[in-house]
């Protein structure tokens, strides 16, 4: 079965600095793809950035990278310049072809939440 | 905005009643997921719709869950006899599932269920 682990439950950062977060996930599929979703308070879920696994380059999305080491099976999120609207539950997320199953299926992490301050 | 709507945004109901929830996807989007995220966790997949046909349930949709896309558009999700650890949001997405998985899920808004 395919995993994703996030280990900080909570991180915060001041506003216009930049925060990193961590993910870590397994498969034993060799295509499938990473995503990071974004939840703020009471709203709903958003596309923050993904990655291909067969891309070797970094995936950017102005101010929102990511680090793709696919060897360590580790998928971190760099925000920089962070706002005040960044504040949300951020999510990891593993889109790949799961054993005994039909189709693609995301699987999630349990969340880092994230809070900036001003 | 033709993003994926869901209705009702909250619910709250007894146990043992029974509740339907609705999802409309994006149009033309022809893949439609149901997911359950309790609080502190992230969403857990449940079951997927490619057009009408529903292809797959997680171990996770007990018997007293079904879901239906009758048309191959809207989807609902009912629980029967409904119980407290039923209690999360329900969160609905869907795909173009034109390119194979290669696209991104889009989410709704989802339905927050409370049982007393």
């Known amino acids: 079965a395919q995993t994703v682990t996030q280990s900080q439950p909570e991180m915060s950062v001041q506003e216009a600095e930049t925060v990193t977060l961590s993910c870590t996930y397994d498969t034993s599929e060799n295509n499938y793809y990473l995503f990071w979703y974004k939840q703020p308070p009471s709203r709903q879920m958003i596309l923050v950035i993904r990655q291909e696994a067969y891309k070797q380059q970094n995936a950017t999305e102005n101010r929102f990278s990511v680090n793709f080491q696919k060897a360590a099976k580790s998928f971190s999120l760099k925000i920089s310049d962070s706002q005040l609207g960044d504040t949300a539950m951020y999510f990891c997320?593993?889109?790949?072809?799961?054993?005994?199953?039909?189709?693609?299926?995301?699987?999630f992490g349990k969340g880092t939440l994230l809070t900036v301050n001003p | 905005d033709t993003g994926v709507s869901q209705d009702p945004r909250h619910k709250i109901t007894k146990r043992g009643q029974n509740v339907t929830f609705r999802c409309d996807p994006i149009s033309e989007h022809n893949r439609l997921y149901w997911y359950r995220q309790t609080l502190g966790q992230g969403p857990e997949f449940l079951t997927y719709f490619q057009n009408e046909a529903q292809l797959e349930k997680s171990r996770l949709l007990s018997d007293r869950f079904s879901a239906e896309r009758p048309k191959g558009s809207f989807s609902t999700l009912e629980i029967q006899r409904t119980e407290q650890g039923d209690s999360a949001m329900y969160l609905c997405a869907s795909r173009p599932g034109l390119a194979g998985h290669t696209d991104t899920q889009y989410f709704g808004p989802g339905t927050r269920l409370t049982v007393l």
């Open positions: 997320a593993l889109d790949g072809f799961e054993g005994g199953g039909s189709n693609y299926k995301l699987t």
